[in-house]
């Protein structure tokens, strides 16, 4: 990814009342050296992000993805961000961005080892061309994630609902996939229930219900996924959380990846059985989620 912009953010408490943050951020270069090599963001993945569509300069659901920002921070024991802070950044790099997709990335981590404050970070680079799988889909690897159902609420310290630098698993995951034929993998648990994909959340349609997996089984919460169930509730459409089979994706109407910089790729394959795309609905639903949301 060619990163086009940059900058650093001195970070202040989550009770700063102050209404400028202009000092507390330093442009710096985007492809020069920049971070300690003591930093535990490099060293141990220890520290969370958001990446944030841009379209024509404005920044989508900036709300939702502070909101789980914070979210994070909290399951990781980071310092709460200053929200007021944190948009103000984003609207400080959206600035740069040129017309067309782009992607903002936010980035907290805990610091330099033994170091006295956390470190952070705002990127802007283009957003990748996802015209095509807009259009003509992915074709999915169902791949278990190794735990139950119910693990994430068993066990908490493994931050499961924590959106974490630490995404070796994830990417390892999207290799495996490709291996077997696929273009991305969808985790599902031991038990056989749909979790989500590794840089996506997974929507199912049957009829006029749309439906995606429950949120409270270390699945984070997409705020792509929340933006389209508004605006389908707004058109008379049901949604649902629920504990959904993986049988289901099968045997769904529709199913799609969503994420804030792909946007909805339909499934048109699981496990090599091809599955029909809705072409027209897609489309809608693309054009919708390309339009100004905060």
């Given at each position: 990814?060619?990163?086009?912009?940059?900058?650093?953010?001195?970070?202040?408490?989550?009770?700063?009342?102050?209404?400028?943050?202009?000092?507390?951020?330093?442009?710096?270069?985007?492809?020069?050296?920049?971070?300690?090599?003591?930093?535990?963001?490099?060293?141990?993945?220890?520290?969370?992000?958001?990446?944030?569509?841009?379209?024509?300069?404005?920044?989508?659901?900036?709300?939702?993805?502070?909101?789980?920002?914070?979210?994070?921070?909290?399951?990781?024991?980071?310092?709460?961000?200053?929200?007021?802070?944190?948009?103000?950044?984003?609207?400080?790099?959206?600035?740069?961005?040129?017309?067309?997709?782009?992607?903002?990335?936010?980035?907290?981590?805990?610091?330099?080892?033994?170091?006295?404050?956390?470190?952070?970070?705002?990127?802007?680079?283009?957003?990748?061309?996802?015209?095509?799988?807009?259009?003509?889909?992915?074709?999915?690897?169902?791949?278990?994630?190794?735990?139950?159902?119910?693990?994430?609420?068993?066990?908490?310290?493994?931050?499961?609902?924590?959106?974490?630098?630490?995404?070796?698993?994830?990417?390892?995951?999207?290799?495996?996939?490709?291996?077997?034929?696929?273009?991305?993998?969808?985790?599902?648990?031991?038990?056989?229930?749909?979790?989500?994909?590794?840089?996506?959340?997974?929507?199912?349609?049957?009829?006029?219900?749309?439906?995606?997996?429950?949120?409270?089984?270390?699945?984070?919460?997409?705020?792509?996924?929340?933006?389209?169930?508004?605006?389908?509730?707004?058109?008379?459409?049901?949604?649902?959380?629920?504990?959904?089979?993986?049988?289901?994706l099968a045997r769904s109407d529709s199913a799609w990846l969503l994420s804030s910089v792909r946007l909805a790729a339909p499934v048109s394959a699981v496990d090599g059985a091809e599955k029909a795309i809705d072409a027209a609905f897609t489309d809608e639903i693309?054009?919708?989620?390309?339009?100004?949301?905060?």
């Amino acid at each position: 990814m060619a990163w086009r912009f940059a900058l650093v953010i001195d970070p202040a408490a989550s009770t700063d009342p102050r209404s400028d943050f202009t000092d507390t951020f330093t442009v710096i270069d985007p492809n020069a050296p920049a971070l300690s090599v003591g930093e535990l963001s490099t060293q141990r993945g220890d520290g969370i992000f958001e990446s944030i569509g841009v379209v024509d300069g404005h920044p989508q659901e900036v709300g939702p993805h502070l909101d789980r920002l914070a979210h994070s921070a909290r399951l990781c024991d980071l310092p709460t961000p200053n929200l007021a802070q944190w948009r103000a950044a984003v609207e400080r790099v959206a600035a740069e961005a040129d017309p067309g997709e782009s992607v903002i990335k936010l980035i907290l981590s805990r610091g330099v080892e033994h170091g006295p404050a956390p470190t952070a970070w705002v990127t802007l680079a283009p957003a990748p061309d996802n015209s095509r799988v807009r259009r003509e889909g992915v074709r999915i690897a169902l791949l278990d994630r190794g735990y139950a159902l119910d693990v994430p609420a068993r066990a908490p310290w493994l931050l499961l609902g924590a959106k974490t630098l630490s995404y070796a698993v994830n990417m390892a995951a999207i290799r495996e996939a490709k291996r077997r034929g696929a273009d991305d993998a969808v985790f599902v648990s031991t038990d056989g229930f749909v979790l989500e994909a590794p840089t996506a959340s997974v929507v199912l349609r049957f009829g006029d219900r749309f439906v995606t997996p429950a949120p409270n089984a270390g699945i984070l919460h997409g705020t792509t996924q929340l933006s389209l169930f508004a605006h389908l509730e707004e058109r008379g459409f049901e949604t649902a959380y629920e504990t959904v089979a993986a049988d289901d994706l099968a045997r769904s109407d529709s199913a799609w990846l969503l994420s804030s910089v792909r946007l909805a790729a339909p499934v048109s394959a699981v496990d090599g059985a091809e599955k029909a795309i809705d072409a027209a609905f897609t489309d809608e639903i693309n054009r919708y989620l390309l339009t100004p949301r905060d």
